[in-house]
């Protein structure tokens, strides 16, 4: 081609949308002058046939312009190149087709590419004096959204496709007349076989028809480029990946759908069209010949694949796309559980991750508890589990083999599950979602507490609670969390600490001085220090060194006792001892404990107790005046023990203030005889003995002069006064009170322990 061709003295402007070859036409019909001139005056070279491609000459210049060659229509139609490139189908490259630039062609394995050939609106071709839409050579293109019908794939009479072979270049083209050459050979030389195509019936598809809103949402994809709707809003698309998507959906339901099942999704009329097959028809036979796995030949076929695929991708969500999808599978396949969660990748190639997600969450009711999770099916976005093993382990670095109490006590059902198998089994199951790890792997990852058997016990006990899916979100939500938070302590290098010299039973005893802590038997010792191994390194308590002669269940009833017995001076010294046990190991920038926000939690229905809602003020109360305070707490506040047990060892009730006895009367010779007459000189009823019986062994209502001198004789000054019965005189002791005395308040108080 020449790029000094002469400047046309006709100068005509394509239409919106028109393809290049209708506006060479056009042009030849503008100026009366034979299609070949025109294409010789523009430098298109001869087409011979065989050898075409190795001279470099398409089979249809439509598909694509070299610039050369769009430089050349440029200059003597002196259009812009843009334009010129606007109305060949490179302009729809990598958005609706794809073209292979080396040899110019249309790829027809992928996107429904159309080797050649145009569907028509007939309606379109009378108003517009027989232009032709570039957009009708698509094999998304199946009706017309401006007259509300189906496009034509050919003219009746001949049976064959409009524009597949290039037109005649001896004739001046004719408007709206069939460009096919006759179809008796010898014919005259016309340029077609001169049928109006204008004439051509095609099935109506009002605005509200299903077909015609389908394609509304094709084109819409094509001319923006990308899709948002539906299930894509959370992860837009670009509008080639989002046309592999109905590709493989529309091609599965040609290829596999039962007839009822598509006659119940499509309307009746598009239904039975596509189901007539004309014995005499070369595209019906087309159509039946691998249905779907390349564009379909008919516009109908077309309508039918595009409306099918486009009730699974209009729904609102990922999730309802996964129940439409589902109702689909299961029409193709009778048993659903034999579909596997790759088997999508044989629909096509290039599919988007939404339809992927759209096909995890059709099979999600048949997956095992353990491939919900590694699938993530309750996201927004279902995906496939990762394979990256540094992923894995940089997860299990912030997960403790026991999963944190205070996520655990939320999991915790009210039928009962021991905290000792769920808290592993909780941690297992963190690790697995999202990532494609076994069962096994994972309790392994976290220091192997807990066998693979047991962690899938758990699961499917969990997966038949109605809160199975809540939990599963939460799941989800802290795995997303944890691997894009860095969270402050190495679990991992707490699980291989040595914790032989965690607490010495002679720290333990100075810590009980210090804080005036009873410190019970070599019992309470031990659940102290299995309590801070647990706290510290993450693992089961049964781990820690020295524990020994005690179940599950005893273990749980001692630690919540001591839970009621401590106090926040004990708590704090703990702290304490637990940071310098971390400082000798060289860890000091580590807190001692760490959980993940508990905002994560938010709006979901999990089984266990939330001990936030816990009035702290009131339990500390009812821990202090019980003497099985944690079991009258939990049944009082409608909690569980585990529950009280958190709350208190975050929180550890004070010790309750006593009433302050009086100061002790100092019991000098000077001061017996002028007490002796106050007492004498009082009124009986103060000192007058009502008591059944008394030390000095005389009858109730004795004087107190009756009773024997313990130290020493009356003075002969003080005569006794007489008296009547009246309160019981506070008894002594070498001159003490006793201490049954009202004074010692609610808790006696031995007298070692007021001094």
Known sequence: MTAGARTLPIRLAPLQGEALDSWLEALARRMHTPLGEVLRHFGFPTRLGRGDHLKGIPPDWTILLSEQETAAIAHASGLKPQTITNMTLASYDQRALRIN?????????????????????????????????LAWRLGWSFACVFHGRLLADCRPDCGRVQRQRPRSGRAIPLAVICGNPPAIPGGPRTSGCGVDLTQTRTLPVPAAHPAFMAQKRLMDIIETGTASFGPYAISPQPSQTALADVRAIGGRALADLPQPDIRHLVPTVIAAEHFTIEPDSELAQRASDRPGF??????????????????????PDVHRAGEAMRDLLEAMREELWQISATSIDSWGRSLSPVLRGVHLAALAPTLRPSEKLRHRTVAPLL???????????????KIPSMFWPAWAVRFTPRDGIYPRVLAPGLAASLLVTGRNITLEDAAGHLGSVIDATEVSRVLQFLDDQPYWPAM????????????????????????????????????????????????????????????????????????APGYHGMNEAQFRAASARDAALQTPELAQALTSETQNFLAGHRIRNEPVAWQPPLTLLAGLDLPG???????????????????????????????????????????????????????????????????????????????????????SGTSPGSPVGSWPNLRGSTPSHCAPAPRTTGAEEPSTANGRLSSTSSDAGPFPTSPAKRA
């Open 472 to 543: 599963t979100t939460a799941l989800v939500r802290l795995a997303d969390h944890l691997d894009t938070v860095n969270v402050p302590i190495d679990y991992r290098r707490r699980r291989r600490l040595d914790y032989a010299g965690l607490l010495p039973p002679k720290r333990w005893r100075e810590i009980c001085r210090s804080t005036g802590t009873s410190p019970g038997t070599g019992r309470r010792e031990m659940i102290v220090r299995c309590q801070l191994f647990q706290r510290i390194s993450g693992l089961p308590a049964e781990a």
């Open 101 to 133: 630039f080396g040899r110019r062609y249309v790829n027809r394995w992928v996107l429904w590419g159309r080797g050649g050939g145009s569907r028509f609106c007939p309606d379109c071709l009378r108003d517009s004096g027989g232009r032709w839409q």
């Open 383 to 397: 995906s496939r589990p990762r394979t990256t093993g540094r992923e894995t382990a940089r997860r299990a670095q």
């Open 294 to 315: 390349m564009a379909p030949p008919r516009a109908v076929s077309t309508a039918v694949a595009v409306i099918i695929a486009l009730h699974v991708l209009e729904q």
């Open 609 to 695: 107790p939330d001990p936030a809602r816990i009035d702290v003020a009131h339990l500390h109360r009812l821990i202090r005046e019980r003497k099985n305070p944690v079991q009258y707490a939990a049944d009082t506040l409608d909690t569980n023990i585990e529950a009280i047990r958190l709350v208190l060892d975050e929180q550890p009730a004070p010790r309750l203030r006593r009433p302050q006895l009086r100061p002790k009367r100092q019991d000098t010779p000077a001061s017996r005889p002028a007490r002796q007459c106050r007492r004498r000189n009082s009124p009986a009823s103060t000192w007058t003995n009502t008591a059944p019986f008394n030390r």
